[in-house]
């Protein structure tokens, strides 16, 4: 009985390491503004602002057809996109998973010979008139969706800032991966012409603008899924580190990508716990992406893993000492916990906690385990959550403010599109994030109820298309 108590109030002292308040979500929306500010600004700031020389927001009328290849996270993309013009399109799609070797492979040739080779065998296969070697024959053009940092020249051209998701090919760095994408178009004579540019952010942002109604305005494109970052819709006159270059005429507007997953560097804002120094010091980029290691999957599955460890180390608690585990569970490996278990335990509304049972049992290979321990771990993993969520808002809160967008749109709606399985499937992350936002003043309970927060699918797609059919209005 001791040790029952002893394990749940432990339990509860881990899970309040993971509050995070009103008042702190209220400063850190105003840490997050002031970092986008200063972003825009110079160079090299925590939150880079990344211009995406895309000057327009998509209205929803864009008529045509186009190719997207979407590189960047364990799979590649290939689709065409026919955008009908009225809010709707057809979309046809491969998806292959990346070959792990071409990830670190000796040079960039060989993973994009593989791309243009993929995209060979797709117009092959939908479009087979297409590749006769008949100089009348017509050129696709094609948007490409590009997941890692990029310093962006163009709407059609960018040079690699970092690789990162367990990219590492030498000699990259530095280079216009849209001029490598275009040069095996041509090494292997694909009816193919890259002409545009642009981060998956950009791509959600631009496809919940096309699907959105007329009376909407959408302002952000969000993801959270193994990573999490926004794009959204800044004034172009603030962007002045530009030094003018692109950003138009005054009123004008330009869609940027934050890199908003390295805001507050510093911590002056973010909550720290023992298990976050953990992470960040096992990590590949120690002192990097603070506000993504305490959000996004990636990450949260990894927060659990070790608070659950500490609880078995614990000797006032000793959580599993009469159990059975398996010296291979997931328990054991870093990274072994996805967090598609967290989202098991939150969904898990049965009076035993049997789906927590089962997922304790099967995915961390431990058996017999207690109602009080199945508990213990439910209250830690919904806490983390929970954090996550709320931390989500800040940057959420931070966009709308930073674009005022609740007094400019007074009578229409505000849209924000979100993408990534984090959002999509994890029970209630959506719910806590509005709760948040709520708690900025300047947003409350009326502003919250402005705002739509919608899945856009396909996004990296049918937001490359778009991003071509912006790009062939501009030359
Ligand atoms: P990506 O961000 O790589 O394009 P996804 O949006 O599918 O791809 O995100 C993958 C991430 O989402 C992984 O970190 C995975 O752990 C997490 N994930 C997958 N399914 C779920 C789920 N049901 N609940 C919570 N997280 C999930």
Known sequence: AIKRI?????????????????????????????????????????????????TEVPTGREEGTYLAVDLGGTNVRICSVTLNGD??????????????ALMTSATSNALFLWVATMVREFLRKHYPGSLKSDTTASIFDLGFTFSHAVDQININSGT??????????DGVVGQDICALLQNVFVELDVPVRVTALINDTVGTLMARAYASPQSAKT???????????????????????????????????????????????KLQYLPTTSF???????????????????????????????????????PKVRLFAGTLISTTSKLYAQWGLDSSFMSHLESDATVHLSVTRTQIEEYLDISIVSYEELEAIRIISHAIGRRSARLSA??????????????????????????????????????????????????????EGKIDILLARDGSGVGAALAAHIAGKVV
């Not at 809010?87 to 792990?100: F, W």
């Not at 690699?160 to 090919?169: A, E």
């Not at 120094?277 to 990636?298: L, T, Y």
């Not at 893993?305 to 614990?314: E, G, M, V, Y």
């Open 219 to 265: 302002i952000l494109g969000a993801v959270f899924g193994t990573g999490t970052n926004g794009a959204y819709v800044e004034q172009a006159s603030r962007i002045t580190k530009l030094d003018g270059v692109g950003t138009g005429a005054k009123g004008s507007i330009m869609i940027v990508n934050s890199e908003w997953g390295n805001f507050d560097q």
């Open 87 to 100: 809010g709707t399109y057809a979309l046809l799609q491969d998806k292959m998973p990346i070959p792990v």
């Open 6 to 54: 002893s394990l749940q109030e432990t339990a509860e002292r881990i899970a309040s390491e993971f509050e995070f308040s009103d008042k702190d979500v209220r400063r850190a929306v105003e840490g997050f503004v002031r970092q986008m500010n200063e972003g825009l600004k110079s160079p090299g700031c925590a939150i880079e602002q990344l211009p995406s020389f895309i």
């Open 394 to 447: 800040v940057a959420l809160g931070a966009v709308i403010l930073q674009t005022d967008c609740l007094r400019t749109a007074d009578k229409g709606r505000i849209d924000v599109g979100v993408d990534g399985s984090l959002i999509a499937l994890y029970p209630g992350f959506l719910a806590e994030m509005r709760t948040a936002l709520k708690a900025v003043e300047e947003i409350g309970a009326e502003g």
């Open 276 to 314: 976050d120094r953990a992470i960040d010091a096992g990590s590949v980029n120690p002192g990097f992406e603070m506000f993504e290691k305490r959000i996004s999957g990636m990450y949260l599955g990894e927060i659990l893993r070790l608070a659950i460890l500490s609880l078995t180390t614990d």
């Open 160 to 169: 690699l800032i970092r690789w990162s998701k367990g990219f590492d090919i």
